[in-house]
């Protein structure tokens, strides 16, 4: 009997395996990954602060007695001066976490570029849209995660550290921990972070679309033209209309999704409102505008290669 050409490249009639086929979310992850390798900033300069705040209390804690004393017998005093280090301790974690962010996001397209390490990466089986996406998660979600679980790490020192100091200074602990909520603490930080990165999210995506166009000095190209343009508008007829949006963009995501009331620290659940801040009309499109900047760095990455 005559073999056939199936045979004859297969003598064993062993049927032949396809390759496996990564799973779709693996490129993602692995890029994800290798930028958290390359910036290692990414959660060092978080974990540095973090550090320094505690220590920061550890010499609060030695006055705090004496402070106590000084404040005399007036609850709402006490209860400020042991509340305000616990409510104000992540709050540099987290600042450092969006200081991260806006220079990862200058640096994150243009040092591919710079280095000529883009031909390398394109050469690997991963597209430019995952590429743009894995830089555009660490400040969209890797860096929140990362202030979050630091700045609680944070506040649950320094609470320690204040409890340890009240019970050694002859106070009772009780004011402390009955005026922490401490359950609702890590929701209200959590909410925070994703809020910040929600609002915050055209900043970082003009910035990734600067980081895959410039050819040099990006942070320069990044800061000048918005700033112009506000200037511009002044000069030219006397509105602030561009200022305004920026500084709103700047800062206004605590007056969006926070109840405030005479700067009091914010810890309980009840200040949060969700509803206020998915009906504003900044978020969303905000939102829109980060998808176009997003799409154009996909563009511009595909079209790049070295400096």
């Keep these: 009997m005559r073999p056939t050409s199936?045979?004859?490249?297969?003598?064993?009639?062993?049927?032949?395996?396809?390759p496996?086929?990564?799973?779709?979310?693996?490129?993602?992850?692995?890029?994800?990954?290798?930028?958290?390798?390359?910036?290692?900033?990414?959660?060092?300069?978080?974990?540095?602060?973090?550090?320094?705040?505690?220590?920061?209390?550890?010499?609060?804690?030695?006055?705090?007695?004496?402070?106590?004393?000084a404040a005399g017998a007036d609850p709402a005093q006490q209860e400020a001066i042991l509340v305000g280090p616990y409510a104000g301790a992540p709050a540099a974690v987290m600042l450092t976490t969006f200081l991260v962010g806006f220079f990862y996001c200058i640096d994150a397209l243009y040092r591919d570029r710079r280095d000529g390490t883009i031909l390398f990466?394109?050469?690997?089986?991963?597209?430019?849209?995952?590429?743009v996406l894995a830089k555009a998660a660490i400040p969209l979600a890797v860096l929140p995660l990362i202030g979050f679980a630091l700045g609680w790490v944070t506040q649950l020192a320094v609470l320690l550290l204040t409890t340890v100091s009240l019970v050694a200074g002859g106070f009772g602990a009780g004011l402390l921990w009955g005026s922490v909520p401490l359950l609702q603490q890590p929701l209200v930080m959590?909410?925070?972070?994703?809020?910040?990165?929600?609002?915050?999210?055209?900043?970082?995506?003009?910035?990734?679309?600067?980081?895959?166009?410039?050819r040099r000095a990006p942070l320069v190209w990044a800061v000048v033209p918005p700033l112009a343009a506000a200037a511009f508008e002044f000069?030219?007829?006397?509105?602030r209309h561009v200022g305004t949006s920026l500084r709103h963009r700047m800062t206004g995501a605590v007056p969006e999704a926070?109840?405030?009331?005479?700067?009091?620290?914010?810890?309980?659940?009840?200040?949060?409102?969700?509803?206020?801040?998915?009906?504003?009309?900044?978020?969303?499109?905000?939102?829109?505008?980060?998808?176009?900047?997003?799409?154009?760095?996909?563009?511009?990455?595909?079209?790049?290669?070295?400096?």
């Excluded at 609002?199 to 166009?213: K, N, T």
């Excluded at 000069?235 to 509105?239: A, F, I, K, L, P």
């Design 20 to 69: 496996a086929t990564p799973p779709r979310g693996r490129p993602l992850y692995w890029s994800v990954r290798r930028e958290l390798w390359e910036n290692r900033a990414v959660y060092l300069a978080p974990t540095l602060v973090g550090a320094v705040v505690v220590i920061g209390c550890v010499i609060w804690a030695f006055v705090l007695p004496a402070r106590l004393r």
């Design 190 to 214: 959590l909410y925070g972070m994703a809020v910040h990165a929600l609002w915050f999210a055209p900043i970082y995506g003009w910035l990734l679309v600067v980081s895959a166009w410039a």
């Design 6 to 18: 199936e045979t004859a490249r297969n003598p064993a009639g062993l049927r032949a395996v396809p």
């Design 235 to 239: 000069v030219t007829s006397g509105t």
């Design 258 to 307: 926070f109840t405030v009331v005479d700067d009091a620290p914010i810890l309980r659940l009840a200040q949060l409102d969700p509803a206020r801040f998915l009906a504003s009309t900044d978020v969303w499109v905000g939102g829109l505008v980060a998808a176009l900047f997003l799409l154009a760095c996909v563009k511009l990455r595909q079209r790049a290669g070295p400096l």
């Design 121 to 131: 990466w394109k050469s690997q089986p991963v597209s430019d849209r995952t590429a």
